[in-house]
Each structure stands twice: as structure tokens, then as C-alpha cells.
């Protein structure tokens, strides 16, 4: 049963130690000195036993009986220094301490020694194979021909038979214990194989993409050195061309600047004679266009004189942009003009087409922002005959206006106090509420209170009152939505003024024009 255990287990072991041959030889030594001595004591023929094995030593080896005749090997002395598993265990924990301090190629050079030895390490145990199936074939036929001999004798030579017989079996329990050791160590070494041939794997993967990155390096670098060089000759050539033509340039700069000294001294650049050239052109035809505009005021004048003595009305008041313009009768035989039917226009000049203001029906109309550099006219209808006034000329910009705008624009959001006259065409006394002009909406709040707040659209409309008002010069127009108007007191003209100028900008930025009715 015991040899039926080895034959098993010897088909899963690869590898077996050289002591095992050692053993083996020892029943051999055993076996003959009892073959003789039965032989002679009792003259009988055995069968000889089967000598179809081939030993790996011709040296006899030494060994111990311990109790129960166990056989206790001596300690064998190692000729051939460390083993290879040893090596390469010793290898490896070099290569863990030091891998810090390892650069690529040598670690790839480590892991190469590893996986030679490792590959070393396996192709031995493939080889020793056949040394453990000889091992167990001559255990076999040793065991076969001790139970031939036990069944020939008799008495103390068949105890001796039987003791050798129970040697045998000890030696196949040795040797199944000694080969469960190896198939751990065999173990052991395929993973530490397999381990250190994926390690050189990786490490030649890194070694060629370093390799790779540093001719990169190298090829980046020759280009920038030959670039570099290639400047650095051409320099030393301009370099070495100026220092031959220096003192030549240098002379050549210094009779030059001195030819411009002596010119400037003597007489004027060409340059500065144009620049007053120009001067004076500007200066004349500036004198030119005030006579111009003089001119014309004085023709527009005498034109006016001359109408006026058909004309019963005449207009009052400064043409210039926070003013008034008044009709008024100028003859005792005009119509009281309240009793006149009136509309108001606004024209380029005097004999280009007309503009009706939507609303302005009144004697009194207080110019806008968008009525400057425009000439104003009134239709006045009496008794069926239509009379026309005009003002002496275009309207004039309200001095200050264009600084004030732009200091309110440097804000994100101006506030004017201002009274509510009328709220939807119907009058309205109310304390001051202040309005809000922002870049993308209009806000008309008293405290926390808001009356209307709405962003620029086509719906909004923002003018000079057009209508009846107490103080029209300082009072606007402004519908935030359909269906919502008011008409909005300030404090001064100036501050009206900037409100509408302010608003009509901010809505232009946001695509909308902010204009009056029928505007």
C-alpha cells in the first residue's frame, strides 16, 4: 500500500533532491552483504535482481540506524556553494532594497539575471524528473524483491528480510514528505518566474519608452543647438561687418546731425511752414463761416421784418435748448391766439421738408434734445387764413448739458427728483418721487413704494411735454407701457434735459429708440 502511495504522488511531482539517489544507494549496499550471506549459510539460489538502473554516483553513501531502524541521514557538505533559489531569493532582496536608487536600465538588467535564473531554477527540476522516476522504479523492484526473498526464508534471515523491508517503507514515507516540500518550493518558484519575467516585461516597455522620450530630448536639442549656432555666426558676421564699418557710420551720423542743427538754426523746416499754412486756413475759413452764419441771420432777419408786416404774430423767448417759446400777437388787429387753432413743426432749414410734433398744439412749446440744430416752426390758423412764424435759426445746445450727461453716465444708475403733474392725462398732486434712469430700465418709486418700473422696449415713448403744462421747459413726457403715462416735473431744465439725453442713450445700446408720439 505504500508503494501504491509513492507511484500516486509521483505523478504530480516535478523535482526531487539529489539526496533521494543517496538512499537509494543504500539498500543497495544493504541488500548484497545479505544476498552473500544467505547464500552462504544455506547454498540457495535466488533470482538476481533486475541491475536495469543507471546511478548518478558510484560512491557509496553513509548513513545512521536510529531507533526502530529509521534510517537518519548525515548532513551532506555542499560542494557547489549556494543553490540556485538561493541566488536568486538573495538577488531579489538586493533588488527591493536598492530600486530607489536604480536607474532603468539597470533594474532591467536585474530582472533580466532574475528570470535567467528562475528559467535556470525550472529547467533543473524538468531534469531531475527522470532521477525521481528512476528512484521510484528501483524502489519499486527493490520492494518486489525483498517480498520474493521474505517468502524463501525462514527464521532470524526472514526478520532481517522483513526489517529491510520496513526500511524500504520508511524511505518511500521520507521521500513522499521530501517531495511535498519540493512541490511547494516548485511552486514558489513559477510565481517568482512568472513575477520577474512580467517586472522585465514592464521594465523593457519603460526602457524603450525613456529611450524614445530622450531621443526626442536629443534631436529637440541638436535642432535648438544648431538654430542657436546658426544666429550666434550670423551675429558674429554683422557684428564683425559694423566694427569694420563703424568709424565710417559714426562719421557719416555726426555730419548729418550737424547739417540738421545748421538748418534748423538758419531757417524753418518745410514741415513747420505747413503746419502754419494750415493755421491760417483754419483761421480764415473760421472767420468765413461766422460772416456765413451772420449773414444768413441777417437775411433770415430782414425776411422775418418784411413777413411780420403781413404777419400778425411773432415768436418770444431765447431759441436755445431750456427755453420757451411764446406766440404772441404783435398787432392790435390779430386774434387773441388761444383762440387760434396752432401746430408746431421742426425742419433741417427753412426751405426743406417739415416735421409735425404730434401734440404740440399749443402757444407755448419748450424745445427737446432732439429738436437742437433744427429750425422750429408754428402754423397758426385765424379766421381761415394759416400764418407761419419761425425762429431766427437752428436751436442751440443748453451750455452744460454735454459735461452733465457724461458725469451721469460714469454711473451704473442716476436718480432725478422729480413731481408727478398728470398721471394718465388726469392731474395729479403728489409729493417728490425720484426717478431711477439704469442701463437697461427706467424705475419711478417714492421710498419702498414703486409706481412704475419697466425695461426699454417699443412701447416706452420719453419726450418734452407737448401738451398744457405750468412749467413746460422743465417737465417731459414718458410712457413706460401702453396704457401708463406720465408727465414729470424736475427740479431745472438742465436736469430734464440729461434725463431724456440720458435715457435715449441707454436705450439706443439696448436697440430700442426712445422718441415721443408720432415721432
Not at 542743427?261 to 523746416?269: A, D, F, K, N, S
Amino acid at each position: 500500500m505504500m508503494i501504491s502511495q509513492a507511484s500516486c504522488f509521483w505523478e504530480e511531482r516535478l523535482k526531487i533532491h539529489n539526496k533521494t539517489k543517496d538512499k537509494i544507494l543504500t539498500m543497495t549496499k544493504v541488500c548484497p552483504e545479505m544476498k552473500a550471506r544467505r547464500v552462504c549459510e544455506k547454498s540457495v539460489v535466488f533470482e538476481p535482481i533486475s541491475a536495469d538502473v543507471s546511478f548518478a554516483s558510484n560512491r557509496f553513501p553513509s548513513y545512521k540506524l536510529g531507533p526502530d531502524d529509521q534510517i537518519i541521514d548525515e548532513p551532506e557538505e555542499d560542494e557547489k556553494g549556494p543553490s540556485v533559489k538561493d541566488v536568486v531569493d538573495k538577488e531579489t532582496r538586493d533588488l527591493s532594497d536598492q530600486h530607489k536608487r536604480l536607474s532603468v536600465r539597470d533594474l532591467a538588467c536585474k530582472f533580466d539575471k532574475n528570470l535567467a535564473a528562475a528559467s535556470k531554477l525550472v529547467a533543473e527540476a524538468k531534469s531531475n524528473e527522470v532521477t525521481s522516476l528512476e528512484g521510484h522504479v528501483m524502489l519499486k523492484k527493490l520492494r518486489d524483491a525483498l517480498e520474493a526473498m521474505r517468502g524463501r526464508m525462514d527464521g532470524r534471515n526472514k526478520d532481517s528480510v522483513e526489517k529491510a523491508i520496513s526500511m524500504v517503507e520508511s524511505l518511500a514515507v521520507t521521500l513522499t514528505q521530501h517531495e511535498g516540500g519540493l512541490i511547494q518550493e516548485r511552486f514558489e518558484v513559477k510565481k517568482l518566474a512568472s513575477f520577474l519575467k512580467q517586472a522585465s516585461e514592464d521594465a523593457k516597455k519603460l526602457v524603450n519608452q525613456e529611450r524614445s522620450f530622450a531621443c526626442a530630448e536629443i534631436e529637440s536639442a541638436r535642432d535648438l543647438v544648431m538654430r542657436l549656432g546658426g544666429e550666434f555666426n550670423e551675429s558674429e558676421r554683422c557684428s564683425k561687418a559694423s566694427q569694420d564699418q563703424g568709424p565710417n557710420v559714426e562719421k557719416l551720423v555726426e555730419e548729418v546731425q550737424e547739417a540738421r542743427r545748421i538748418r534748423l538754426m538758419h531757417q524753418p523746416t518745410k514741415v513747420m511752414g505747413m503746419k502754419h499754412e494750415i493755421h491760417d486756413l483754419k483761421s480764415q475759413i473760421q472767420e468765413k463761416s461766422a460772416y456765413s452764419v451772420k449773414l444768413q441771420r441777417e437775411i433770415g432777419r430782414i425776411k422775418r421784418v418784411e413777413g411780420s408786416k403781413s404777419c400778425p404774430y411773432v415768436l418770444e423767448g431765447a431759441q436755445s435748448l431750456g427755453s420757451c417759446l411764446r406766440i404772441r400777437a404783435s398787432s392790435e388787429s390779430a386774434s387773441d391766439v388761444s383762440k387760434c387753432s396752432v401746430q408746431w413743426y421742426r425742419a433741417a432749414s427753412e426751405s426743406s421738408r417739415r416735421e409735425a410734433i404730434s401734440g404740440a398744439n399749443r402757444s407755448v412749446y419748450a424745445p427737446e434734445p432732439y429738436d437742437v440744430g433744427r429750425v422750429i416752426q408754428a402754423d397758426i390758423l385765424s379766421n381761415g387764413q394759416k400764418l407761419t412764424v419761425t425762429t431766427d435759426g437752428p436751436i442751440n445746445t443748453a451750455s452744460g448739458l454735454q459735461s452733465r450727461v457724461e458725469s451721469l453716465m460714469r454711473k451704473s444708475n442716476s436718480e432725478f427728483t422729480v413731481v408727478i403733474s398728470q398721471m394718465n392725462g388726469q392731474e395729479h398732486a403728489s409729493r417728490s418721487h425720484v426717478l431711477t434712469v439704469g442701463k437697461t430700465r427706467i424705475k419711478l418709486s417714492r421710498g419702498w413704494i414703486t409706481k412704475a418700473r419697466e425695461i426699454y422696449s417699443t412701447s416706452m415713448q420719453m419726450c418734452g411735454v407737448r401738451d398744457n403744462a405750468n412749467v413746460p421747459a422743465k417737465t417731459l413726457f414718458w410712457q413706460p407701457r401702453k396704457g401708463l403715462s406720465f408727465l414729470l416735473t424736475f427740479e431745472s431744465e438742465q436736469e430734464r434735459n440729461a434725463a431724456i439725453v440720458l435715457s435715449r442713450k441707454y436705450a439706443y445700446d439696448c436697440s430700442v429708440t426712445l422718441v415721443g408720439p408720432d415721432d
